[in-house]
Each structure stands twice: as structure tokens, then as C-alpha cells.
């Protein structure tokens, strides 16, 4: 499945990130064994670790942050958008933006998620609000 990984490209998981520091900070495998066996470039590795000494996360970089229109007022009324209609969809949401806001964001599933949101949360929550009335 690692050969499939490369041969697409693809990013490896959080988890994978992980299991790779691990390797190389606890178990003390050299650099070279654990690129060689995760599929990937020391250099990775080393910016691996260098985030997670800064941020203690070795996550993908969200684009959410680069979005310069996506700031915390934006983020609190998505959040609290979503607390009030948790079974919107994102176009209703961006519609529902545009109006309060009177500009345009290009929502994703991504920044959703990234509030805390999946579509599991969100049922589970407009289910305690049925039974609460």
C-alpha cells in the first residue's frame, strides 16, 4: 500500500507523520531507515519535527489560514451559523454569509472541519435539539 502512496503522490497521514517521529525521537532510528521505510525525504522528516517542536502538531498545513477574507469574526458567526442550523449545507451557509456579510467566501468542507464540525456532529446536535423541545 506505501508503493500505491508514492506512486500517486500522496501525502501521508497525520498518523504516518507520527509513527515516522516516533521512529526516529524514541526509537532512535537513524534518519535515513525512517525516510527509507515511510517513503519519504529526510528533509520532510526534518520539517516534521521542526513543527512539531513548534506547534506540537504535525498535521497538513490548512489553506484555511492563507484565506486573508476568513478571519475570527468570520469563524465565530460560521460557528455560531452552524450551532443555530446544524443541518445546513455549505451552500445554504454561504448564502447565508453573503447576506450577513456582504461579501463572497469560498467555503469547503475543510474549514468546517477545522471548526470542529462534521456531519455527524452536526445530526447528533439537531437530534438534542428535537428531543430538548
Given at each position: ?85 446544524p443541518l445546513s449545507y ?25 471548526l470542529g464540525y462534521t456531519r455527524k456532529v452536526c ?11
Open positions: 500500500m506505501e508503493s500505491l502512496r508514492v506512486a500517486v503522490r500522496q501525502q501521508p497521514s497525520e498518523d504516518s507523520r507520527l509513527r515516522a517521529l516516533y521512529a526516529l525521537v524514541v526509537l532512535g532510528i537513524t534518519q535515513r531507515e525512517v525516510a527509507l521505510h515511510f517513503h519519504v525525504g529526510e528533509r520532510s522528516l526534518r520539517r516534521w519535527k521542526k513543527q512539531f517542536e513548534e506547534t506540537g502538531t504535525v498535521g497538513q498545513r490548512s489553506n484555511c489560514e492563507s484565506n486573508s477574507k476568513f478571519n475570527r469574526d468570520h469563524e465565530h458567526w460560521i460557528r455560531s451559523f452552524i450551532d443555530k442550523h455549505l451552500d445554504e451557509i454561504r448564502r447565508a454569509f453573503i447576506e450577513h456579510w456582504s461579501e463572497d467566501i469560498s467555503l469547503s468542507t475543510r474549514i468546517i472541519n477545522k445530526c447528533i446536535s439537531a437530534m438534542r435539539a428535537v428531543v430538548e423541545r
